[in-house]
């Protein structure tokens, strides 16, 4: 029993300054604004997974509702719109303004009508160039956040750039690594509003890194691996939802390997594998733990947990085209392609989550971007030369409808059922609006149905040594319930 009014204080003190100690090292203790988006499509394929997976219910036929058509002249889509919280659609393009090319960047309303652009004219001179490398990623209080690459006549760099809703500057962090600085795919957020994204430089041999960068646009550290005299590819990270990072690169001695390193919030290293080959993944793509990348001609599926590849799908003659998505009920969905004597066949595989062949949708050309997956198994994808078609496919690989159109983007969608995604005429790029009724998103009903007119693949399983992972972050609310039962029980003490 405590009898002295100092020591109560005392006690009382010491137990407060405890909780403060543990709030301090959370790495969940951002205001909630600060953290990605969890409406409409906040990023590159909607979370930070990379998944691909909608919770909204997309058009059912390919009625155009509307375009919107940049008003530059010269102008390209760079990379797939993002929507905010609000419902506005962020389209990131490039323009020629004279010898220059500029990043543009259109704020638009649902129904396609410009609300604002921005412009980036850093490193303007004669022939400088201004790139936007991926989509932008939004945040619940309408941050954006973009990344993207410019050049000053004299070596390149690379950029963050974070606006605030209204398209007015917030801050921008310029990357000056080495001689030269290249930017792959497009930012993620994690739950403390820090910003992840891929770079690589070029100093004394080529260098990955993953940069974390705070929400006040101040570094928070700097994760670089050197690869030695070969700049591979990078890519795009992920964020698991325990708060792991997952990010990959390509390194080369003697020989190419992919590398995959798992991250704490800290810039720790939890864990790294490796795989012989050339890495083709720009993006990584993460569903319950499992990561899924692609390697020269091989899809695997990384358990990183129990230290093992649980499943390869590989491409007899061929290639993967793009990134996987994965669906809500695990299938995986990736575009590719194989030759058949002097001829090449094209399509979407969909594999089950064990690596078999669920079916294939044969396409005329290759799908240069990745599906997106509507609340109701709806897949929408694209291929990319002229001439094109835009498919909507059930998740049997039926069609459901498609569009004479060549995509410039994958898909967006609204909380409207609206799609978004950029098309080309080959003289200019516009961004398609299509919206019909919406079917239930909550018939998840599986359907067994094969279309195999698109193969020659093999599926292969393997299993290694299981070895324990790292965990990352605090039991915060546990702890700081304890703190207080404690807290109470000491005041009732001391009122008896």
Known sequence: MITNRNQYKNILLLLA???????????????????????????????????????????????????YTPDQENTRITGAPSIGPDGTVYLPTQFRNGSNYLANLYALTPDGTKKWNYTIYDGISTNSYNLFTGSPAITKDGTIYI????????????????????????????????LTVYMRGSPAIGADGTIYFSSSYLNDGWNAKLNAI?????????????????GGNIASPAIGTDGTI?????????????????????????????ISGT??????????????????DTLYARNPAQDRTEWTYTIINGRFSNDPAVAKDGTIYIGGYYQDGDGYNYGLY?????????WSYPTMYNINHEAVIGADGTIYFGEGDLPDTFFALNRDGTLKWSLPVTVRSSVAIGSNGYLYFGVTDGQKDILYIVQTARSDPDNT??????????????????????????????????MVLAVLMVLGGLISTRKN
């Open 17 to 67: 300054l405890i909780t403060l100690m543990v709030i301090s090292v959370s790495p969940v203790m951002a205001a909630d604004g600060d953290a990605l988006a969890d409406s409409q499509f906040p990023k590159a394929q909607n979370d930070n997974q990379n998944t691909g997976q909608s919770q909204y219910v997309g058009s059912q036929s390919n009625n155009t509702t509307g375009n």
């Open 147 to 178: 990344t993207g690459e410019f050049y000053d006549g004299t070596r390149t760099y690379g950029f963050l750039y974070a606006l605030n809703p209204d398209g007015t500057f917030k801050w921008k962090y310029i990357l000056n690594d080495g």
């Open 214 to 230: 705070k929400s006040d646009g101040t570094l928070k550290w700097g994760y670089s691996v050197s690869q030695g005299d070969y």
């Open 246 to 274: 997952y990010f990959a690169y390509m390194y080369y001695d003697e020989g190419s390997r992919a590398i995959l390193d798992l991250l704490d919030q800290n810039g720790n290293k939890l864990w790294t594998g490796s």
């Open 279 to 296: 890495l083709a993944s720009s993006a990584l793509v993460v569903r319950e733990g499992i990561v899924y990348m692609v390697v020269d």
């Open 350 to 358: 969909a594999l089950n989550p064990d690596g078999s062949l669920k």
């Open 445 to 478: 009903e599986n359907t067994t149905t094969e279309n195999t007119t698109v193969s020659a693949a093999t599926t292969t399983k393997s299993s290694r040594k299981s070895i324990g992972m790292q965990k990352t972050g605090l039991p915060l609310p546990l």
